[in-house]
């Protein structure tokens, strides 16, 4: 066997990280789930799954990769040594989750020395594990993500999300309102990594959002990229009312600069 590369390590270990949460929060979800806590919002919550499904996580990487950093939604962070940071979203769409709805993965990326090199978005309830490398492209249950070729704004079909804070819902309202005449129609999936891996496969022209934070998008944004997509806004950075915007080529262009007209930056 040839010894792994270190982004091919880095990828096994997501990838086994992944599956095993993944098959933690498909077959262990309690038939009566609850809200275990609130967050920033009432309508900001957590499930006793999310911490399982972070606590395994943090273990597995503990275990393989003891020297790396790790920063996890749940608080499961840490700083390492080697370089490596982990981002950790152990459940995004908790709220499909906790509702029984499909739409919720695992998203885990890697970055080293603050590039993000790998990442992996897994679906569970969809059959979909998607997974990219810098400059290896993206890839969907072993087949290569491409970008949809960009139809007119007007034909794109454009997924959104809304970040649980009360005070920014007037704002999302306005925003999501005067767009919607300007494309064919707006999904709102509540995840954003499916929604940016949705971008990368095609099943979306295009993504945006306000707010959404590195375990959101780390893994969904190489992805997306690595399929062809071109991502924008303030990628990376944590917290504050950045917007994120991901989509073909073409849509990204005009997608872009609507936005901005349409003040989607301010509150
Ligand atoms: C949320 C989902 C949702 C997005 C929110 C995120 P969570 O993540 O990605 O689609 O609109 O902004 O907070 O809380 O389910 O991990
Ligand atoms: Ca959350
Ligand atoms: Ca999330
Ligand atoms: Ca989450």
Redesign the pocket.
């Known amino acids: 066997d040839q010894p792994d590369t270190p982004h091919a390590e880095l990828l096994r270990v997501a990838l086994e990280a992944a599956e095993r949460a993944g098959a933690l929060l498909r077959d262990e979800r309690p038939a009566s789930l609850g809200v275990a806590a609130t967050k920033t919002s009432p309508i900001?919550?957590v499930t006793e799954m999310?911490l399982a499904s972070e606590k395994l996580i943090a273990a597995h990487l503990a275990e393989h990769r003891p020297d790396d950093g790790i920063l996890g939604?749940e608080g499961a962070s840490t700083t390492g040594t080697s370089g490596v940071r982990w981002i950790v979203?152990p459940?995004?769409?908790?709220?499909?989750?906790l509702y029984g709805r499909q739409d919720?993965a695992v998203s885990i990326a890697a970055e080293l020395h603050g590039e993000r090199i790998v990442g992996v978005v897994s679906s569970p309830p969809r059959g979909q594990v998607h997974h990219a490398v810098l400059g290896g492209g993206a890839w969907l249950n072993g087949e290569r993500l491409r970008c949809r070729p960009s139809p007119e704004l007007g034909q794109a079909l454009v997924g959104t999300?809304?970040?649980?804070v009360q005070e920014r819902k007037e704002v999302q309202a306005r925003l999501f309102a005067e767009l919607l005449p300007h494309v064919r129609d707006i999904r709102?999936?509540?995840?954003?990594?499916l929604?940016l891996c949705d971008v990368a496969a095609g099943r979306l022209d295009a993504f945006y959002?306000r707010?959404?934070?590195a375990?959101?998008h780390a893994a969904g944004d190489l992805i997306a990229r690595e399929a062809g997509a071109l991502t924008g806004g303030r990628v990376g950075e944590i917290g504050g009312p950045e917007l994120m915007v991901a989509a073909s080529p073409g849509v990204f262009e005009r997608l872009q600069p609507l936005l901005d007209e349409l003040g989607a930056w301010h509150d």
Do not use: K, L
């Not at 709102?188 to 990594?193: F, I, V």
């Open positions: 900001d919550v999310d939604e979203d459940i995004d769409g908790t709220v499909n989750y919720w999300g809304f970040a649980y709102r999936s509540g995840s954003a990594a929604d959002e707010g959404t934070q375990w959101d």
